[in-house]
């Protein structure tokens, strides 16, 4: 006796816009609309919690809304196409543990018979019951009962359309993954039919009710009508059972045939979902669907292994965005992920410090050149903000001069075009100088004497820094009383564990770090010269909750432990490396120079396009994208690679490249880069680079 005590709920699906007889739930059955019918007998059911008329979120299903209100039951507009998701959504909802598939077009449907499956079901340790696993039930009393545990792997794996429209199909078809049994009739009924699919289905069951003697009428009742009436069957005799489901087979065929329909349809669905609920539908613009030629790309993944990902439809990537630069080591790492879990054991958040706090900045002032001291926070935007905020408490100075991309917060982002709610006081603070010319840093320093508290920078971009420029700037900067902050965001952990100040052995007074800290975990620090640091004790306010949250601790220290063994920089960097090489040699020998270039030191590298003439550098990588994504390969362009990409992978991103350039050439060639394009083009909504 499983699921007594659990809650089960009758989801009956129907919806206006049948395509053999469209408006049916609304026409008459007995001298009342369909729905209400079914409706009525439904809720003769004694072992049901709750009953939810489940519809498409079409307009013109409003009407099926506002009667289920009407008649007291709840009512939920769903996915019109993906029934499952419907079915899914409906019973989270009712908080269901027990779901009981109807379909609204059963006029006939008999109470008696659903509570018959729903106990059996009760009694049976078993996933999904059903009437019709072989039919032994005229066609209109079917009654399917399922554990919702089952609907949600079904909701989770199933991607042909035939699976999804139909609700269950994904469940009974997959004997090894279900475990199922069929409730039967004792005598063969399945080829009657009053089931309302048609017009003279409609004409048959209104005939047969007005000969009905009894209204809470049961099978018997119905069967001795027919069978007083033969002649009566005449009138839908000639209509298959489930010629939906067969339709839909056929459809499943088509959709085989186009590759990309069948890649994308939980992402989709998900993805229409989630513009409704989530700005960008997503919490990070660059991980958006205006980043991945929506329609032709995955737009949610479901999980990762290495350096693997897979999306909710269950295709594989390899992955060079890397969560845009957190995984260092690869998802999932089973080192990484014990050392949270071990922490978790014994608590995430505390109301003192703990040890592991001193343990990750000692180990921090140990492999960071400028760290005297740290301070942790969650992201990098955090620690950007906080770098700069000491520097102009230090300095008694205001003015920022940047050259990056430093995160959302009001100092630097009110210094890009998208600083709408930026105080325009705040915006005025911030200029930026070009990377690598060292007169645009003079320029500004002289415009602004004395006004200048610190210059901060991406201390690796593009090819990396000029011979000289770090050691001029950071000369230029303290000549003019101002201290120099790496925000080493991107470069911190990933090319080296000191960062680009390890590299160019260069070292700022204070910087910033975040993403490849902790594996993914969510940490960022600020770390730098001892005697500005300690303002921090002295009246400049640097201080959130979560900042010492442990498991993110203990997967930093992890992440560190593991980075540091003698193999992990030199396999991470020559797979960059390999890469770099590869890409561009392949840029020279397709001519594309003048509209592909690689942007990166290893291992952050990759093509970036350039806009000529009438020729978009949108399209021009909308193109390389979706051809890598054909080819199983995530990437943004510039790619991030882990400790657990292999050789292989790299060539398979070599090769997938090699194709995505190919067109990109055609498209230049004919000036026609429309026609390559499958999906939605790239439209970013802030150039990182560019700003
Ligand atoms: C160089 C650099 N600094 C700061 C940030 C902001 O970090 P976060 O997005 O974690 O706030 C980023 C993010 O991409 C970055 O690349």
């Given amino acids: 006796m499983r699921y007594t005590t659990m809650t089960t709920a009758i989801i ?49 299903n409003a009407i099926l809304l506002q009667e289920a209100a009407r008649q007291g039951i709840v009512g939920f507009a769903g996915s019109e196409d993906d029934v499952l998701d419907r079915y899914y959504q409906a019973a989270l909802l009712a908080n269901a543990s027990i779901v009981v598939r109807i379909t609204g077009d059963c006029p006939f449907i008999d109470p008696t018979i659903i509570d018959a499956v729903i106990s059996l079901f009760e009694n049976s340790n078993v996933d999904y019951i059903s009437t019709n696993h072989p039919a032994t039930f005229p066609d209109g009393y079917d009654v399917e009962v399922f554990s919702s545990d089952a609907m949600e792997k079904a909701w989770k794996e199933a991607t042909i359309p035939s ?52 209204k809470n009428h049961r099978l018997t009742d119905i ?65 958006s669907y205006n980043y991945f030629c929506e329609g032709a790309s995955p737009a949610f993944l479901a999980k990762g292994k290495n350096g693997y990902v897979w999306d909710v439809d269950r295709n594989q990537f390899i992955d060079f965005v890397l969560g845009l630069g957190p995984i260092t080591i690869g998802y999932a790492n089973e080192e990484v992920n014990n050392a949270i879990i071990n922490q978790l054991s014994n608590g995430i958040s505390f109301s003192l410090p703990i040890e592991l706090e001193l343990k990750l900045a000692e180990k ?84 602004h004497q004395g006004d200048v508290a610190a210059v901060i920078l991406e201390p690796c971009q593009a090819e990396g820094p000029n011979k000289g420029f770090l050691e001029k700037l950071k000369e230029l900067t303290h000549q003019y009383g101002a201290l120099l902050i790496f925000d080493e965001v991107v470069s911190g952990f990933r090319m080296a564990l000191g960062g680009a100040q390890e590299v160019y052995a ?65 396999h991470i960097l020559s797979l960059g490396n390999k890469w770099i090489n590869a890409i561009k040699q392949m840029i020279e020998e397709k001519g594309l120079r003048e509209y592909v270039e690689v942007y990166g030191v290893s291992p952050h590298a990759g093509p970036t396009f350039k806009t000529v003439g009438p020729i978009h550098s949108h399209d021009l990588f909308t193109i390389y994208q979706q051809t890598l994504i054909e080819n199983n390969i995530l990437s943004v362009g510039v790619n991030n690679f882990c400790l657990t990409h292999t050789d292989e992978d790299i060539q398979k991103l070599i090769d997938a490249a090699n194709k995505g350039l190919d067109l990109v050439a055609q498209a230049i060639k004919t000036g026609d880069p429309d026609s390559l394009i499958k999906g939605e083009k790239f439209r970013p909504i802030f150039g990182r680079r560019s700003s």
């Fill in 506 to 570: 260069i070292t700022p007074d204070l910087a910033s770090f975040g993403k490849g800290i902790a594996n993914g975990a969510s940490l960022s620090i600020i770390a730098g010269r001892a005697d500005i640091m300690k303002l921090i004790d002295h009246g400049v306010f640097i201080s959130t909750t979560f900042g010492g949250e442990a498991t993110c601790l203990a997967a930093a220290l992890k992440t560190i432990e593991i980075l540091e063994r003698p193999n992990s920089f030199p």
């Fill in 364 to 447: 921090l002032i140990e492999i960071i050149p400028c760290a005297e001291m740290v301070k942790f926070v969650k992201n990098g935007s955090d620690a950007t903000a906080a770098a700069v905020r000491l520097a102009r408490a230090y300095t008694g100075k205001e003015v920022v001069l940047c050259s990056g991309y430093h995160g959302y917060q009001d100092w630097y982002i009110g210094s890009t075009e998208n600083n709408k709610g930026v105080p325009v006081d705040v915006q005025k603070l911030v200029k930026k100088f070009e990377y690598n010319n060292i007169e645009s840093v003079k320029k500004l320093f002289e415009d």
């Fill in 12 to 60: 009956i699906q129907a919806r206006m816009g049948s395509t053999r007889l469209p408006g049916k739930m609304m026409m008459n059955v007995a001298g009342i609309p369909l729905n209400e019918y079914v409706i009525s007998r439904v809720k003769q059911s004694q072992k049901v919690n709750t009953i939810i008329l489940a519809t498409g979120n079409g307009n013109e």
């Fill in 223 to 287: 069967i001795s009508v027919i069978r007083a009436h033969p002649e009566l069957t005449q009138i839908n005799n000639e209509f298959e059972r489930n010629e939906g489901y067969a339709r839909s087979l056929a459809k499943d065929q088509e959709f085989s045939q186009v590759d990309d329909r069948k890649k994308w349809i939980r992402s989709t669905s998900l993805l229409a979902r989630a513009k409704k609920l989530i700005p960008t539908a997503s919490q990070t613009y660059s991980k």
């Fill in 163 to 214: 699976d999804r429209e139909h609700v269950t199909p994904y469940i009974w078809r997959n004997d090894t993954l279900f475990t199922k049994i069929n409730y039967a009739h004792n005598e063969d009924l399945s080829s009657l039919r009053v089931t309302i699919d048609e017009p003279e289905d409609l004409e048959f069951v209104n005939k047969i009710l007005k000969l009905t003697p009894i």
